[in-house]
């Protein structure tokens, strides 16, 4: 199975400052078809999960483009650009691209 | 709008058996792949089981190979989840999702115990 490393677990910010998030794969995540299905997703407290980017870095409608995603093969970076009060949440990569789909662990970020 | 209802949940004893259901509106059903996914109390998100948007292919975690169906009826809307033997490690809130994991519902909590 594909193994989904986040960094890091906890993330403190200050509001209105940036936020990155890294989330590494033990193998590369670019499919025969020749995209590469890195999602990542955001949870609020006691909410579902929801998508806010698909295949690396396209965001899902109704995403604010303070979110932005990045990265290739095994490496990839998600980035908010302004932390707002409301982006308080866990963050979670996951992978499509192999069978079984696989989660990262999650980062919490929260407001220092 | 998109909305997945998912419903069946609840407390069964270890080797017990019970069905998910998941009603979908708002899209077109047999457009869409979708799935099962899970998160254990106070823990990450798992995903279970996936099935194609004709219900021709299915895919599974190996958690619950053998143990658990994923099945859709695409007259209906629904998509189901047929869980038997199951353990406490199973406990967990269940969500659907719609275009392999792209939206989800609001989850049923499944609670394995005796």
């Known amino acids: 199975d594909v193994v989904m490393t986040q960094s890091p677990l906890s993330l403190p910010v200050t509001l209105g400052q940036p936020a990155s998030i890294s989330c590494r794969s033990s193998q590369s995540l670019v499919h025969s078809d020749g995209s590469t299905y890195l999602n990542w997703f955001q949870q609020r407290p006691g909410q579902s999960p929801r998508r806010l980017i698909y295949?690396?870095?396209n965001r899902d409608s109704g995403v604010p483009d303070r979110f932005s995603g990045s990265g290739s093969g095994t490496d990839f970076t998600l980035k908010i650009s302004r932390v707002e009060a409301e982006d308080v949440a866990v963050y979670y990569c996951m992978q499509g691209t192999h069978w079984p789909l696989t989660f990262g662990g999650g980062t919490k970020v929260e407001v220092k | 709008e998109v909305r997945l209802l998912e419903s069946g949940g609840g407390l069964v004893q270890p080797g017990g058996s019970l069905r998910l259901s998941c009603a979908a509106s708002?899209?077109?059903?047999?457009?869409?792949?979708m799935s099962w996914a899970r998160q254990a109390p106070g823990k990450g998100l798992e995903w279970v089981s996936s099935v194609t948007d004709s219900g021709s292919n299915t895919y599974y975690a190996d958690s619950v190979k053998g143990r658990f169906t994923i099945s859709r009826d695409n007259s209906k809307n629904a998509l189901y989840l047929q869980m038997n033997s199951l353990r406490a490690e199973d406990t967990a809130i269940y969500y659907c999702?719609?275009?392999?994991?792209?939206?989800w519902g609001q989850g049923t909590l499944v609670t394995v115990s005796s």
């Open positions: 999702a719609k275009d392999w994991v792209a939206h």
């Open positions: 708002g899209f077109t059903f047999n457009a869409y792949a």
């Open positions: 295949q690396v870095s």
